[in-house]
C-alpha cells in the first residue's frame, strides 16, 4: 500500500511559478511517479512522469519546457516544478504511483495509488 499526500498548489498570476510536492509513504521502491491534472468538466490528462531511479523523465506536450519533475527517494517526495504558467494550467493536479516499473508511465492506466489532489488556479 502507498499513501500519497500533494501539497504547494495555490493562486498565481500568469508568468508565475509554483512548486508542487508529493510525500510518499509505504512500498515505494522501484515505483514510477506521475502528475496528472484534472480541470472542471474535463478529463484527467497527464502531466509528468519519473522512473523510480529518475533515469528517464516524460512530458505531455502542453507543459513541455516549462514544467519539471523530479524525486527525492532519501525523503520518499517527488516534485513538480512549474514555471511560465498560463491560465490553462488551472486544475487540480494529482501525484500517482505505479505498483512496480510501468511499460508506459504516460497512461493512466499504469498507475496503482493517487492522492487526493492539490488545486492549481492561474489566474490572467
Known amino acids: 500500500q502507498v499513501e500519497l499526500v500533494e501539497s504547494g498548489g495555490g493562486l498565481v498570476q500568469a508568468g508565475g511559478s509554483l512548486r508542487l510536492s508529493c510525500a510518499a509513504s509505504?512500498?515505494?521502491?522501484?515505483?514510477?511517479m506521475g502528475w496528472f491534472r484534472q480541470a472542471p468538466g474535463k478529463e484527467r490528462d497527464f502531466v509528468a512522469s519519473?522512473?523510480?531511479?529518475?533515469?528517464?523523465?516524460y512530458y505531455g506536450d502542453p507543459v513541455k519546457g516549462r514544467f519539471a519533475i523530479s524525486r527525492d527517494n532519501a525523503k520518499n517526495t517527488v516534485y513538480l516544478q512549474m514555471n511560465s504558467l498560463k491560465p490553462e494550467d488551472t486544475a487540480v493536479y494529482y501525484c500517482?504511483?505505479?505498483?512496480?516499473?510501468?511499460?508506459?508511465?504516460?497512461?493512466?492506466?499504469?498507475?496503482?495509488?493517487w492522492g487526493q489532489g492539490t488545486q492549481v488556479t492561474v489566474s490572467s
Open positions: 509505504g512500498r515505494t521502491f522501484r515505483n514510477d
Open positions: 519519473i522512473r523510480w531511479n529518475s533515469a528517464s523523465t
Open positions: 500517482a504511483s505505479t505498483y512496480t516499473y510501468s511499460a508506459d508511465p504516460s497512461l493512466k492506466s499504469s498507475y496503482r495509488y
